[in-house]
């Protein structure tokens, strides 16, 4: 593949994983459309994000058959006709169903897009391919965010689902054109025989200790990143906090910076080891909720939500080093059945954050984000070197019987 194809990859991973984010600043005005409480809010997040994570496994299978090219196309033309039709929602019980239908269309493409990349790049550029594809996953996390702020605040909430609509459409398009349908050659790549059912290779893998011990770790990330924002957002609409428009725009804008750390992370690992960083990640996780928790003023607070975003940054892509070594031989169903706990974590962040928000002072939340990622940091020294080494040997010793 050469590089237009992978910066194509890398914006329809963009886009997709953007609709994630999108309702973080406008969940409130859209409950309020319907009159709805700020506690129902938390829905039209986690509605997408509880689709998007079943969705792995329930459709998962599907891209064996299909192939990875036909599942990311077909997702996007989905999200193109879902995402559209929740701009036209009368109530909101039919906007959050098409939030569902959303996260359903969502979930065929991230998963085949990493093994398809795993498929059709030889191994040399393999990590730095995938790292890339990762980073655009990341920068989701804050391009969603500036998109539907910036739109709803100009032009009005629906419009920021026409606009993605319309963009679904145009990535499928690019996707179709430019991208080759090497389904045949994947199959081959990645496995040499047809694989074993999907809920007969995660049945092995979960006899993974220290993958399980990885997965606990995986749940904590976006749990923590959308929980953070979630509660920043009601923080910062509030007096005395309140922000213009285009402080708060600056203000999830900085987050970028903090995922300047992601493409590098295989370039680190080479000199450190995988665990060190993800323990890096967690550290600076944990030191910018304490920092957000801690300061007052608008500039140390950008600071601190930076060096969480960092974290953040390190922790994705150490993971799914880690996770796609120990899966072995199971690559595939492993970072499947990862991503499914990825953004099962990132579906509790709102309901999460709005919860306690109801029970305690406003900043407490971030206290126990802090606390639940110091629980990952310890469960971190539960896996190691050792485990990966012995892993291969482990696994084809339980082969599954088709």
Not at 69 to 90: D, E, K, Q, V
Not at 246 to 265: D, E, K, T, W, Y
Request: with cysteine.
């Amino acid at each position: 593949m050469n590089a237009k194809g992978l910066v194509i990859l890398i914006w329809c991973s963009l886009t997709v994983v953007s609709n994630v984010y999108v309702t973080i600043p406008i969940a409130q005005t859209i409950a309020q459309a319907w009159e709805n409480s700020n506690g129902s809010a938390g829905w039209i997040g986690s509605s997408f994000t509880i689709a998007y994570a079943a969705g792995f496994l329930l459709l998962g299978p599907l891209a064996e058959r299909i192939g990875h090219h036909r599942m990311m196309l077909y997702g996007l033309l989905a999200l193109a006709i879902t995402t559209s039709l929740a701009g036209f929602a009368n109530s909101f019980s039919l906007f959050v169903s098409l939030r569902v239908a959303q996260g359903l269309a969502a979930s065929m493409f991230a998963p085949s897009v990493l093994n398809y990349v795993a498929a059709n790049f030889q191994a040399d550029r393999r990590t730095t391919a995938i790292g890339f594809i990762s980073t655009g996953f990341l920068i989701a996390g804050i391009v969603g965010q500036l998109y539907s702020g910036f739109i709803a605040e100009h032009f009005g909430w629906r419009i920021v689902f026409f606009g993605l609509g319309a963009v679904y459409l145009l990535s499928s398009i690019l996707l179709g054109k430019y991208i080759q349908n090497n389904k045949d050659n994947a199959l081959s790549t990645l496995n040499q025989t047809a694989p074993a059912p999907l809920h007969q290779q995660i049945n092995a893998l979960i006899k993974n200790r220290a993958l399980l011990v990885c997965y606990a770790i995986t749940f904590t990330v976006l749990l923590s990143f959308v929980g953070m924002y979630t509660a920043l957002n009601i923080n910062l609409s509030q007096s005395p906090n309140t922000l213009s428009s285009n402080q708060f725009f600056s203000f999830r804008a900085a987050g970028v910076i903090g995922m300047v750390l992601s493409p590098f992370a295989g370039v680190l690992s080479r000199r450190w080891s995988v665990f060190t960083l993800l323990r890096t990640g967690i550290l600076l996780s944990i030191v910018g909720l304490l920092g957000i928790f801690s300061v007052q003023s608008l500039p140390l607070l950008v600071g601190a939500s930076v060096i969480f975003v960092a974290g953040v940054s390190l922790q994705i892509p150490s993971l799914i080093s880690v996770v796609g070594q120990l899966a072995v031989p199971y690559r595939s169903a492993g970072i499947t059945l990862y991503s499914f706990v990825l953004f099962c974590g990132a579906s509790i962040g709102p309901l999460f954050s709005l919860q306690l928000l109801k029970l305690s002072n406003s900043n407490i939340i971030f206290l126990a984000l802090a606390a639940l990622l110091a629980i990952a940091f310890g469960l971190s020294f539960l896996v190691g070197t050792r485990h990966i080494a012995n892993n291969a040997a482990s696994l084809k010793s339980r082969t599954v019987k088709v």
